[in-house]
């Protein structure tokens, strides 16, 4: 309990009430088109699962080029952000149907549970998934501690 912040945690209750009421209201008409309709989620998706040794950020980024991809952490946070552009075929199409693919800028940023070594952080891209490596800080890793029998 030495890492709790009363701060950080009403600002995370915050973030969480903000997202439940989201849809409700006159304010649809200036969120983020990035996702259509009342059931849009944050995006990207993210999966965060730890190890002894590492935190894993896996977030689904497909039809984003790694180039148009970017990342920051800082202070427990990571920031993803990047654009999805419209395709060629799309810019000439005369009359939608339906279109649900949202086109545009993003930002997501996540909260993470322990001290991350920066300077260690390792991102990859294949097949429209970023994996992101973020090895603890040597005094976040669980230490075992021996005892003794007098």
Known sequence: MAN??????MDHLR???DHAFKGFGGNRLFEPAFLPGLGARAFPRINLTQDADNYYVEALVPGIEAKDLEMTLQK???TLSGERKDSPASEQAK???RRERGVGSFLRTVELPGEIDG???A???RDGIL???LPKKEEAKPKKIAVSIH
Not at 4 to 9: H, I, K
């Open 95 to 97: 009359v939608w149907h």
């Open 119 to 121: 300077e260690k952080v």
């Open 76 to 78: 427990g946070t990571l």
């Open 123 to 125: 991102a990859e891209y």
């Open 131 to 133: 994996r992101v490596t």
């Open 15 to 17: 973030r969480e009430i």
């Open 4 to 9: 709790w912040d009363l701060f950080r945690e």
